[in-house]
């Protein structure tokens, strides 16, 4: 089986007219490709057309089973006023974790407007995931990695140690200083969206470098790595592909595409 832990439902890099004919697009990617289940993270920007937001993701995926949800709070425009709708959400199950998106966003991982939120996920047992990389969609973000460096990210993990810890991207095109700095703080896990994106390997010293780090994360966490492909601006067979050709157990594969992700985001499937 395989899940994939990062899509959105958007008009971006595809042919699709609206983001109902996205998700229709969507489900047809996920069957040519044998994946079951996908995780629709919303994004950080709201009311737009080109994709979809928490509450028009939550109207998208109504009704069909192969679809979860993480949720997206507005850290800058809110701060953690939301937590109370963010709380209900998750413990209706209606959302399965909190994506942030330092980088996107100009904040940090530390900021103390996202700590009442690490408080509520590590008390329900929901994990937090951090966009991190070489990628803004705020053009007036000149330095991502400045906002999203997994120092912070370790900071958060030791803060919280039950603390499910999500990276996502790997902090490409730094992506040995990322494991080298996470190697020691047990509660961050991996998802793989993006890692096999020509451009993120181009500029990350290319697809062996990407694969040793990977085989080493694997080694070090073999049941904290998730599959996810960041589709529609990624590939989703080359993400496939790319776990496939990496020298692990094929007990340590299936966890990747699928047990991990259960396990973390506690899918009942
Ligand atoms: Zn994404």
């Known amino acids: 089986m395989i899940i994939d832990s990062h899509v959105h439902i958007s008009l971006y890099e595809n042919n699709a007219q609206s983001l109902e004919e996205s ?20 994004d950080n920007l709201e009311n737009k057309d080109d994709i979809a937001d928490l509450a028009k993701a939550i109207e998208l995926t109504n009704g069909y089973k192969e679809f979860f949800l993480l949720g997206s709070p507005q850290i800058i ?28 966003d100009p904040y940090n991982p530390t900021d103390q407007r996202c700590l009442p939120y690490y408080e509520l996920l590590q008390k329900l047992g929901c994990p937090v995931v951090f966009h991190t990389g070489d990628i803004s969609s705020d053009p007036n973000i000149q330095n991502p990695l400045f906002y999203n460096d997994p120092k912070y990210i370790v900071e958060i993990a030791d803060k919280y140690p039950k603390l499910k810890v999500i990276i996502t991207h790997y902090f490409w ?6 494991y080298e700095i996470t190697k020691n703080s047990p509660n961050i896990y991996f998802e793989l969206a993006g890692t096999a994106d ?34 529609p601006m990624c590939d989703i067979k ?32």
């Open 238 to 269: 080359k993400q496939i592909d790319l776990v496939k050709s990496l020298k692990i157990d094929e007990d340590e594969r299936e966890r990747i595409f699928s047990k991990n992700a259960i396990e973390v985001y506690k899918l009942l499937i």
């Open 23 to 42: 998700r229709d697009l969507l489900l047809q990617e996920m069957a040519r490709n044998g994946i079951e289940y996908a995780i629709v993270i919303p």
């Open 173 to 178: 095109p730094k992506i040995e200083y990322c």
């Open 77 to 104: 425009q809110r701060g953690n006023s939301e937590i109370q709708k963010y709380r209900e959400l998750l413990e209706s199950g209606t959302v399965k974790g909190i994506k942030l998106f330092p980088g996107h």
């Open 198 to 231: 020509p451009e993120v390997l181009e500029k990350s010293g290319g697809i062996e470098k990407m694969i040793n780090v990977l085989e080493k994360t694997i080694q070090n966490r073999p049941d904290k790595v998730i599959f996810g492909t960041d589709w």
